[in-house]
């Protein structure tokens, strides 16, 4: 009897007509602040000669004793998203004892669903699509415009789901305000602040090898190398092996020495330059400006649909194109006469250790051999046409062939000899990266 009882009680407050010892209007008020998807605080009216209160929550079909506090507040955590919880509270005297009129009304609690997270922006033909996950808590999404003109949000949409397709407005800006938000006891709660999503919409993607190219070419004429942040990495992999060797040194000795003196090339070394106020920096010393490697580099870019393999476009969240280009490979071979190398060849090398052919001798390139494999352009291009940023991909392999007599080798071995004579071949694979942003 007394369950019934119980249940019978829980359910006419819930109606809201449950009455203590006074009417509705006289008791002392239950709210809600700080309400989060997890947590909020009740607080309520102090009462007379009261020196604690007690906190009843509704649970499995009866108002049970939760908590007991001497504050007129208390913090609840811990609690789903989107989810109903109701409350009263009571107070009691120094001797425990309930005091007449002071339980308050009967609360109702609606946790606030979690916000949204962006997933992706895509878009086809003259359709945008903006997807996100899926918030917990909520089963609705409210989606709002934002007006320019007005400085305003305006209603768009309602969404049941986790995406949206509209039609949008080339080069316009769109900003959209999606809101999830949940129906529990016919109280409708909203996320704390929503998922706001920015893009402006594209012109019209390439859809061929020509407008690619003509619309990173455009891009490029907006080039402002002064304005430009540069980076140059350098991936080396070198070998070297010794052909043929005739002296006062057997040849397993000689490619010890070689192998000592070429141990940096059997690794794969990287180095970057960076740009600070229109200059460039090797290891914080300045080694030439921008516009002495990049207008150049913009220069030789200019591209045909002949040159392109491939291509692909896709666009950003913030609107902005990304155009990704593969090139068509080239190749060039040139052969020496004979000539003094060794200082030209220690340039190639820099910064390595290559003293066997910093030597007096004389250093003859035979034959040099440089080979491109299908280099790669990433481009980030405004909607509006002007260049984001561009990052060059150029992988390529070099190939020589050289022989070194006289000083060259009687150097490295320490004896006085001048029938020296070495023949080598270096190869190396290096993997070339420009990136320039503005």
């Known amino acids: 009897m007394k369950k019934a009882v119980s249940l019978f009680a829980a359910l006419l407050m819930l109606l809201g007509v449950f009455q203590l010892g006074t009417a509705a209007a006289n008791r002392p008020a239950l709210r809600a602040e700080n309400v989060t998807s997890e947590a909020f605080t009740l607080k309520w009216d102090k ?26 507040s208390f913090t609840s955590k811990g609690r789903t998203p989107g989810s109903a919880h109701y409350f009263y509270v009571e107070a009691v005297d120094k001797n425990s004892k309930y005091i007449k009129n002071s339980t308050t009304n009967m609360l109702t609690v609606v946790t606030l669903p979690k916000d949204p997270k962006l997933k992706k922006v895509s878009f086809k033909g003259n359709n945008v699509t903006v997807s996100w996950s899926k ?47 949940c129906v529990v006891d016919g109280i409708t709660v909203f996320g704390k602040t929503g998922l706001r999503v920015k893009f402006t919409a594209p012109k019209k993607l390439p859809s061929t090898k020509k407008q690619a190219a003509a619309m990173y070419n455009s891009a490029v004429n907006n080039l402002k ?13 070198t070998t070297h092996t010794l052909k043929s060797f005739s002296g006062t040194k057997n040849a397993k000795d000689v490619f010890l020495i070689y192998n000592k003196g070429f141990n940096a090339l059997a690794k794969k070394t990287t180095y970057k330059k960076t740009a600070k106020n229109g200059k460039l920096y090797y290891k914080g010393n300045e080694c030439g400006k921008i516009t002495e490697h990049v207008v150049p580099l913009s220069k ?20 902005n194109i990304k155009l990704s280009l593969t090139l ?21 090398y820099e910064p390595f250790d290559v003293r066997a052919l910093q030597a007096d001798g004389i250093t003859v390139l035979n034959s040099a051999t440089l080979s491109y494999n299908r280099p790669t352009v990433q481009a980030v291009i405004r909607p509006d046409g002007k260049l984001v940023s561009a990052y060059f991909n150029i992988p390529y392999t070099l190939t020589m062939k050289y022989t070194t007599t006289g000083e060259g080798i009687k150097t490295l071995l320490g004896k006085k000899s001048n029938d020296v004579k070495s023949s080598a071949v270096v190869s190396g694979k290096t993997l070339l990266n420009y990136k320039v942003a503005w």
Do not use: C
């Open 47 to 72: 009462v007379k000669k009261a020196a604690a209160y007690n906190i009843y929550e509704y649970v499995f079909g009866n108002f049970e004793f939760m908590e007991q506090t001497k504050e007129t």
């Open 135 to 181: 918030a917990a808590g909520a089963k609705d999404y409210a989606v709002s415009l934002y007006n320019e003109k007005t400085k305003g949000w305006e209603p768009f949409t309602a969404v049941r789901g986790t995406s949206l397709t509209f039609k949008y407005t080339a080069g316009k800006k769109h900003t959209l305000l999606i809101r999830a938000f």
């Open 225 to 237: 190398s002064s304005k430009a942040n540069f980076t140059l990495t350098e991936t080396w992999q």
């Open 328 to 348: 068509r490979g080239e190749n060039s071979t040139f052969t020496s006469k004979k000539a003094n190398y060794a200082w030209g060849l220690s340039q190639i």
């Open 300 to 319: 030789k870019a200019a591209l045909s649909s002949d040159s392109i393999e491939q291509y692909k476009a896709s666009v950003l969240s913030n609107g």
